[in-house]
């Protein structure tokens, strides 16, 4: 399995600007987490879904951020318009619905804002 | 809510040397407790975990058991390389339902040779 794939990789943008961050999930799996990391923060969550549901998205900063889940290989999480203290690593992690099961993460998308 | 407090970093050791990070946690219920490791440029990977009370989990020369009593979880290795050098997380996972993952805020790991 190729595991969770994000992309882009690194992103820089200009303050105002539209960015979208992707995901993949790994196959089979029906949970799938966005985590942003700072070093000031450390690791948060932002949202959950379950089923491509979404269940818990009260780590969403505000209403400038926005996730979706069309279908259980694929989801996205919008910024618009960025922010400079938008900038961070964001991660993706996947895994199945159950507490003991591990979440697997995805390699991050480093997000500048300029 | 749920939560995680690791010891803060950084630490430095040098190699062969014993490791100890510690971590508590405050929960409602009875979670799952997970030590993920980051290496630099790379995501998080699961390193171990216990499930329930008194569970040692184990990977890699690294230990940890699950202490209900003290509501601790911390991380033990006999003797670090160099190869360690990462940021390690506590993480617990709700069994209540919530399911997610609550990090604690991370510890940089540094071995000299």
């Known amino acids: 399995d190729a595991g969770v794939i994000q992309s882009p990789r690194h992103e820089v943008t200009e303050m105002g600007q539209e960015v979208t961050l992707r995901c993949k999930p790994i196959?089979?799996?029906?949970?799938l987490f966005w985590y942003r990391q700072t070093m000031m923060r450390g690791l948060e969550l932002l949202i959950y879904f379950n089923n491509n549901v979404p269940i818990d998205d009260s780590g969403m900063p505000e209403d400038r951020f926005s996730a979706k889940m069309p279908n259980a290989s694929f989801s996205t999480l919008k910024i618009q318009p960025s922010e400079p203290r938008d900038s961070a690593v964001y991660f993706c992690?996947?895994?199945?619905?159950?507490?003991?099961?591990?979440?697997?993460f995805g390699q991050g998308t480093r997000l500048t804002v300029v | 809510g749920d939560s995680v407090t690791q010891m803060e970093g950084p630490v430095t050791l040098s190699e062969e040397a014993f490791l100890t990070i510690n971590c508590t946690y405050t929960a409602t219920g009875y979670p799952s407790l997970f030590w993920y490791v980051q290496y630099p440029g790379e995501g998080l990977q699961l390193l171990l975990k216990a499930t329930k009370a008194d569970d040692k989990g184990s990977n890699k020369g690294f230990e940890a058991t699950y202490r209900k009593e003290t509501t601790s979880f911390h991380l033990e290795k006999g003797s670090v390389q160099v190869s360690d050098s990462a940021v390690y997380f506590c993480?617990?996972?709700?069994?209540?339902?919530?399911?997610?993952?609550?990090f604690g805020q991370g510890t940089r790991l540094t071995i000299n040779p």
């Open positions: 992690a996947s895994s199945l619905i159950g507490g003991n099961t591990e979440a697997f």
């Open positions: 196959s089979g799996h029906n949970s």
């Open positions: 993480a617990l996972s709700d069994l209540q339902g919530a399911q997610k993952l609550v």
